[in-house]
């Protein structure tokens, strides 16, 4: 028997016991003891049922995800093998379920004859979220004991539900309101007494009211409209389908395939990526895991305006008393109203308790006084975007904070080890870099600078973790991961129009291609000032950039985006709906004339190839000098902070999935074209690209 399944027998009853820390992950130590523990059962003739289960917190997480890719995720007994060994057996199985049953979890759970859970026990078949379907038999169990829509409903959407409503459902046979294992081996005896043997669960009947054709076509319809793109929720109601007109070996045959063809798409292998490289984004090569880190009790953030205001909620949603400071009475008033109006939204929403807003306004403590920072463990400064002003903050805040407490910057755009030299403590200051709005954006950068501590960013990372972010290490350089790569892409926008495309023409190819808005529709909503003001600074900083100055003469127009109902759109009163406006197609084809460009027709295709590559490219760059610490987490960035279609993996996913060989030839085609010479192929995309690998191993 392996060690991590431990088998015994009380009055007759087998207690199969599953041990594999964390969530008893159904891997290669797993499996096997599963497998000779059942085949034990029927063998003895003294055990009449049996029991199997993991602890009160936990039944199994589904496939044990440190397995995955490695051989041993394909070592004998797979877990199909396991439920075909369920299903063969004559002495009825019951599964004590508590925690959580999930994915292949949940599907060792159906094949079982029986089931007891704990109260609020959360039972899911989340594989669609990976971009591929339950496997082992799932999509033709669920069905068959619960109402075939809301087995596709669990199944599509991938979302779990409480035992008490699998119980209603007729998924659950039993809650145990007292102990778990005690109450499962009761249930077990009672069998046994009752002389009831094992009720398979590929026995009974998948069946829907009225027609079946009909009712899948108006499924079918629903989860179309949901899956933006995504292949597997179409597949799983196909599944369902089939576990309603075919015999059940039928229907395994055909999730058997349909799982097969869906592990193969890109989707899934893009989902896959995602999932892996979120856990990858804490890993730092210099900074063991252990790492000590320092007690972050109290925050303090400086500045209420539309980041101070966010941050705070962040901090606050996790239990963090934050205070949080201003310059003016007005100011704070404004900040505190916002974020009053912004929770009591998700209240109106049904996503927040009331009582959850009350205490989440509780730990917020506004001030005007900068010495309300001092017993702060960390000081997230959100104030005006400029050298001077930060530097005179962090100056104030090192003979303010306490000792050890970390000093953060959120600046989008300035140096932090500059700021952090203004201190006696440039150990403790880092770049905090949110994502507007910051109560909802799940983006972190965390700004490494030369001096921050080890300890100090993997605090910050963790404190990131806690406030439900994705922390993402960058080096210090304009712009970090994110914003350095946006500004390429933007450049390339505007060639575009220059050379004959509308700003719609080029919103609707990003957007077609996946992209949650265009380039010109986001400078609509980011306001077309903040680009101007950073190209100004730019024209005297870096004279020899490229720009294309049409974005200037529709901002000196005082068209500054939504805000003033005017920029590259028009806006209705009220309204965030973009409309195509006469005026800016003058505005631009006067630029056309000052700049001298030709214009020739751009197919959409040139527009996403043109607008991708600008910050695949860049991304080359900043991987290869070391400001990322690897491509998947530049496609975090993407995928977390810039609305970056989840199936198609991050820019640099994207770019692999393409072929660097392919993308560099079409780079090499751009620098023969209008503006040619911003295109310098990164080195280390010619070398990959040289060699046939990708930037993601
Ligand atoms: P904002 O103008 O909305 O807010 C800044 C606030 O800081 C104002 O309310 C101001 O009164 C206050 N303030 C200024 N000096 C202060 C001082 N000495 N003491 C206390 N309060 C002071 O600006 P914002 O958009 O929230 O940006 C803040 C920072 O976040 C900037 O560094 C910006 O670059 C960065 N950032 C902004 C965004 C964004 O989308 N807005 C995104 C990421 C990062």
């Not at 009825?92 to 979890?105: R, S």
């Not at 009672?190 to 998948?206: F, I, N, Q, S, Y």
């Not at 009225?210 to 629903?222: C, L, M, P, Y």
């Not at 695949?616 to 810039?642: F, K, Q």
Request: aromatic content about 6%; charged content about 25%; proline content about 6%.
């Amino acid at each position: 028997m392996s060690e991590a399944v431990s088998y015994s027998v009380r009055d007759g009853i087998a207690i199969i016991t599953m041990n594999n820390p964390p969530v008893n992950g159904l891997g290669s130590k797993l499996r096997p003891g599963i497998m000779q523990s059942l085949k034990k059962v029927e063998a003895d003739a003294a055990v009449k049922a049996a029991v199997i289960w993991g602890s009160p917190k936990v039944f199994s997480g589904g496939a044990d995800i440190r397995e995955f890719n490695t051989p041993k995720s394909f070592e004998p007994p797979s877990l199909p093998e396991i439920n075909e060994e369920q299903d063969r057996m004559k002495k009825p199985l019951v599964a004590a379920i508590g925690g959580f049953a999930m994915g292949g979890g949940l599907e060792l759970a159906l094949g079982c004859h029986y089931r007891v859970a704990a109260p609020r026990t959360q039972l899911a078949l989340p594989e669609v979220k990976l971009g591929i379907l339950p496997g082992s038999g799932g999509t033709q169990r669920l069905p068959r004991i619960i109402p075939v829509a809301k087995a596709v409903e669990m199944m599509t959407t991938g979302n779990p539900i409480p035992a008490e409503e699998g119980k209603k459902l007729g998924l659950i046979d039993e809650i145990a309101t007292g102990d778990l294992l005690e109450t499962a081996v009761a249930y077990a005896k009672k069998l046994v007494a009752e002389g009831k043997g094992p009720r398979r669960v590929r026995d009974l009947t998948a069946k829907v009211d009225g027609d079946v054709k009909a009712f899948f076509a108006q499924v079918r319809d629903q989860v179309a409209k949901a899956s933006r793109g995504f292949p597997a929720p179409l597949e799983i109601v196909a599944c369902a389908e089939a576990a309603v007109t075919k015999p059940f070996d039928e229907g395994r045959k055909f999730e058997r395939e349909r799982f097969a063809v869906l592990v193969e798409t890109t989707e899934s292998k893009a989902l896959r990526h995602m999932f892996f490289a979120e856990r990858q984004t804490t890993k730092i090569p210099d900074v063991p895991e252990d790492m000590p880190t320092r007690e972050v009790k109290k925050a303090a953030v400086i500045g209420a305006g539309t980041m101070g205001g966010g941050i705070t909620m962040s901090l606050v949603s996790a239990g963090i008393p934050t205070t949080i400071i201003e310059m003016k009475q007005e100011a704070l008033d404004r900040g505190l109203g916002i974020i009053k109006k912004n929770y009591a939204a998700t209240v109106a929403k049904g996503r927040l308790k009331q009582e959850a807003m009350d205490k989440n306004m509780s730990l917020i403590t506004p001030s005007l006084d900068l010495g309300a920072a001092k017993d702060a463990d960390i000081v997230i400064e959100a104030v005006f975007e400029r050298m001077d002003v930060k530097q005179d903050m962090f100056r104030k805040l090192d003979a303010i904070a306490k000792p050890g407490a970390i000093l953060a910057s959120n600046t989008s755009t300035l140096d932090v080890d500059q700021i952090a030299a203004v201190t006696k403590r440039p150990q403790d200051v880092i770049g905090t870099h949110f994502f507007s709005p910051a109560n909802v954006m799940r983006l972190l950068e965390v700004v490494r600078g030369k001096k921050t501590g080890k300890d100090v960013l993997a605090t910050t990372m963790k404190l990131g973790k806690a406030i439900r972010k994705v922390p993402v290490v960058s080096g210090v350089c304009d712009g970090f991961i994110g914003n350095r790569m946006i500004e390429k892409y933007g450049q390339q926008s505007l060639f575009l129009i220059d050379e004959g495309c509308s700003p719609q023409q080029v919103d609707a190819a990003a957007q077609k291609w996946g992209l949650a808005m265009g380039p010109l529709a986001m400078g609509d909503m980011a306001g077309l000032d903040i680009g101007w003001e950073i190209r100004k600074r730019r024209y005297v900083e870096r004279p020899n950039f490229r720009y294309s100055k049409v974005a200037d003469r529709i901002a000196e127009r005082g068209r500054f985006g939504q805000k003033t109902g005017k920029g590259w759109y028009l806006y209705e009163p009220g309204s965030r709906k973009p409309i195509p406006d006469p005026e800016v197609d003058k505005i631009i084809a006067d630029y056309r004339k000052e700049a001298g460009v030709k214009t020739r027709p751009i197919s959409d295709e040139e527009i996403v190839e043109r607008l991708i590559y600008a910050l695949v490219n860049e991304a080359a760059y900043i991987l290869e000098e070391g400001i990322a610490l690897r491509a998947s987490d530049i496609d975090m960035v993407y995928l977390t902070g810039y609305g970056f279609p989840a199936y198609r993996g991050g820019p640099m996913f994207y770019a692999d999935t393409v072929g660097l060989a392919k993308v560099l030839a079409t780079i090499e085609g751009f620098q023969k074209g209008y503006m040619g010479e911003v295109w310098k192929p990164a080195p280390l995309l010619v070398k990959l690209a040289k060699e046939g690998k990708k930037f993601n191993g």
